[in-house]
């Protein structure tokens, strides 16, 4: 294993910074001090800054493929056209997995949550395609392959009409067989590359699909992950589903945890905040994706409050419209000194890289591993330019990173203390060709029409009040 010392490195010190230096032996953290006598390669530190890596802790690869031309659209119809032009074949996954892990990583992230959209009949080979892609890159990866059992219809709410549903294309049964056999295959927490049991959300997927998940969950020691009320049409359903909320149907039958993650949380009352507490759940901030989609602000410093663990997500770029994870750092942050007169509530910059790195690492069951320049933890570390222009002039550097507009500011990252970008390059796969491949795989286009949107355009008016 690779050992180095990052010599004369800037580090958050308590309320202040330090100058330090760092070293790493068989890819974790064995000394933080000044001084420190060189092991291995050594890493020139001066006028850098050293912070644990984020996480993008929750987006979905594929949808890079539509990302700029999605309709202006709330969520359940802007679904509906998702889906109707869904890339089928896996060498787009591969292809968007890379750009996905390349653009957290020049952002700041070391671990991506990617909530898999499976391509239907090629499930297993989604799978192993992003796994394949996140393992050539290095980035620490959590595949959550997003499984439902209901079909789109489904999820959103009736109303005064009585509506059936088309059965959804796959039984629940086969669909979790496919995420065991997922877990045999790909599921290796000591290479880096973990496998999540992730049904999509209450909106569409049964108590069986849950119960099922919940029960690999536990088996296998897997951590969970979902969506969770990101729309007020969600709010609507769970009425409709279960006559009680999201958050108190998916307590009582045991889905939440400390190692629940939860995207969105849009939607909750204060009773659902407290549950989110005391199951210790995380909760992923996707602001960008609430925004871009109206699903609505978060309430992030309620959950703060209540001392509910957050973190932050990009969610796909079909929503958002990009992978950059400081951008939705600083929206998740500044976002809410809009919804709380009460300053004192409102995020600081070190809250934010607390919350994007610790809160991550919590979420996803590995505090005691990962989230923190602590001597003992894996060495997952992105180290900033503070030279670089918009990191310039010299003020506090992680409050520019935070509320500023950092540009290509990311000079080196390392994974599990393998370095996988140096001088601001990805060096494990060829950035140059992944361009070349996105480009001659695209096209520039700006009119198409979604035949599904067409047909529930009118009913989710009526539904909505619209
Ligand atoms: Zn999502």
């Known amino acids: 294993m690779v050992s180095f010392t990052i010599q004369n490195v800037l580090i958050a010190a308590s309320d202040d910074y330090a100058t330090v230096d760092v070293q790493i032996v068989d890819g974790a953290i064995a000394a933080i001090a000044p001084n420190l006598p060189v092991i291995g390669t050594v890493i020139d530190g001066k006028n850098k800054l050293l912070l644990p890596g ?3 802790a929750h987006t979905h690869s594929s949808e890079m493929w539509q990302r700029g031309i999605m309709s202006v659209l709330p969520l359940e119809l802007w679904l509906a056209e998702l889906y109707d032009f869904a890339p089928l074949d896996t060498e787009q996954v591969y292809l968007s997995a890379l750009g996905t892990a390349v653009e957290t990583l020049l952002s700041g992230g070391t671990s991506v949550v990617d909530h898999l959209v499976l391509i239907p009949g090629l499930e297993l080979e989604t799978i192993a395609t992003a796994t394949r892609a996140y393992r050539e890159v290095g980035i620490r990866a959590f595949i959550a392959p997003l499984i439902q059992d209901e079909s789109l219809s489904a999820g959103i709410p009736s109303g005064e009409s009585a509506r059936t549903h088309e059965p959804y294309h796959r039984s629940t049964a086969a669909t979790l067989e496919i ?16 496998i999540l049991v992730a049904p999509t959300g209450i909106q569409l997927c049964s108590n069986a699909l849950f119960a099922g998940c919940i029960e690999l969950s536990d088996r296998y020691n897997l951590c969970r992950h979902s969506h969770l009320l990101e729309t007020r049409a969600q709010e609507k359903l769970a009425q409709e589903k279960y006559g009680c909320t999201a958050v108190e149907h998916l307590k009582r039958i045991g889905f939440l945890s400390d190692r629940t993650t939860l995207a969105h949380c849009v939607w909750l009352n204060d009773a659902d905040i407290a549950i989110l507490a005391e199951t210790q759940s995380t909760v992923v901030h996707n602001p960008l994706s609430n925004l871009r989609l109206g699903s609505g602000i978060a309430p992030i410093l309620k959950y703060r409050q209540a001392g509910v663990n957050v973190t932050f997500g990009c969610d ?8 950059d994870l400081l ?8 976002l809410h000194n809009i919804t709380d007169s009460d300053y004192q509530h409102w995020i600081t910059p070190r809250q934010a890289v607390e919350m994007a790195s610790l809160g991550g690492a919590k979420g996803l069951n590995l505090a005691d591993n990962l989230g923190s320049l602590s001597v003992g933890k894996q060495a997952d570390l992105v180290l900033y330019d503070l030279t670089n222009l918009s990191l310039l002039p010299r003020t506090d550097p992680i409050g520019l990173l935070v509320l500023g507009r950092p540009n290509n500011v990311v000079d080196s990252v ?10 601001g390059k990805v060096t494990t796969i060829n950035v140059d060709e992944l361009r070349q ?28 009040g619209l």
């Open 414 to 423: 390392w994974v599990n203390g393998k370095q996988i970008v140096a001088d």
């Open 316 to 323: 796909g770029a079909s929503s958002n419209d990009s992978q």
């Open 327 to 334: 951008e939705a750092i600083k929206m998740g942050s500044i």
């Open 437 to 464: 491949e996105l480009f001659n795989r695209s096209q520039w286009e700006t009119k198409r029409k979604s035949e599904t949107v067409a047909q529930i355009e009118a009913h989710y008016r009526t539904v909505m």
């Open 179 to 194: 995420i065991e056999e997922a877990v045999r295959q790909f599921h290796r927490p000591d290479e880096g590359v973990n």
């Open 54 to 56: 984020f996480f993008n």
